[in-house]
């Protein structure tokens, strides 16, 4: 693996979930809890790594304090991905591991949030959960949404909360693969690229009271120049090189590794059940899993290969910063290129 940036195990803990989103059907085939891995196993991971702990909703996890018990002190960032249904979970390890990073999923503001996940008062337990959290030691607190063709006209409105609020907005765009056991999202959308211009507007005008602030907010811009061109269809070529298997790695409720979780199907490394992870790195199923990662064509905006790439060409991002601040400030069009 790659030791000049943060290696990224995300950690599918379960495929259960309290929502039905409309753009994943994850909560259509969810595991059991007998089947699910052991929290045990998760002490062959390595120290040193990022760790996402994700579902379905990771917090219907009887062992979630468990889990992160195990993970907490080997991890050199340990982050919640959840739905903030379960707010007095969610609160409760903030308190007893302040040093975690947590994202709670919206769609955009009640309505639209609500109905695209398909849960009720999904919203209002999203946002109570985060009114409790800024009362935790945690402060690496924020909300994070997907963008797609139907919940664009809130984003501007989510990324003003999220000032507001002061925490952070993190951003993904609608794929299809087996991971969300989707194949019919839409995703180009010109009424959606006009708001996402909006709202890369915004970032790269930020309005946040720290310079720590902006300056994420910046960088997310930089990201949101792929989910731009996702959205508006451009072919490949515009975003870094997949670090699918080298940079971050998925390991699902079953204990199967895989590269990634955007290929149409599950491309399987080994188990961590059966095998320590850098074993399951070295094996011949690796070596063909990697094989087809060289040859995927699906052209996916995930945050995991940017973060990687800004890190290792920082010259990119802050080039195309400066030069949109610029054109903005002059009155002109953000240059997606």
Known sequence: ??????????????????????????????TRPDEEIDAHYYERLPAGL?????GGEATLRADIERIFEIL???????????????????VALARRFPNILIRVSVEGLPHINDTKRGLKDGFDHALRTMLELKKTP?????????????????????????????????????????YFHKHDNEIVSEDALREHDRFVRALLTSKRRSLKGRLKDYGRAYFNRSIHRRLRG?????????????????????????????????WVMGNIKEQPLDAVMASDAAREAMRQVEACDRNCAFIV?????????????????????????????????
């Open 72 to 90: 907490y002190p080997k991890s050199k960032l340990l982050e919640l991905s959840t739905n903030g249904y379960n707010t007095e979970r969610i």
């Open 138 to 178: 945690c402060h690496n607190i924020g909300f994070s949404v997907v963008i797609s063709p139907d919940n664009y006209k809130d984003l501007v409105s989510l990324y003003e909360l999220c000032v507001a609020l002061d925490v952070e907005l993190g951003t993904s765009a609608v794929h299809n693969s087996w």
């Open 234 to 266: 451009d072919e490949s070529g515009y975003r870094p090189a997949c670090g699918a298997g080298t940079d971050f790695f998925f390991i699902d409720p079953w204990g199967n590794v895989s590269p990634c979780n955007g290929s149409e199907r599950q």
């Open 50 to 54: 990022r760790i996402n702990i994700t």
């Open 1 to 30: 693996m790659n030791v000049k940036t943060t290696v990224q195990g995300s950690l599918i803990t379960t495929f259960r979930c309290n929502a039905q989103c409309n753009m994943c059907n994850i909560w259509k085939s969810p």
């Open 305 to 337: 290969t940017e973060r990687h790439d800004m890190v290792r060409r920082p010259w990119k991002p802050i080039g195309w910063i400066v030069k949109n601040k610029w054109r903005i400030a002059r009155g002109k069009d953000i240059d997606w290129a």
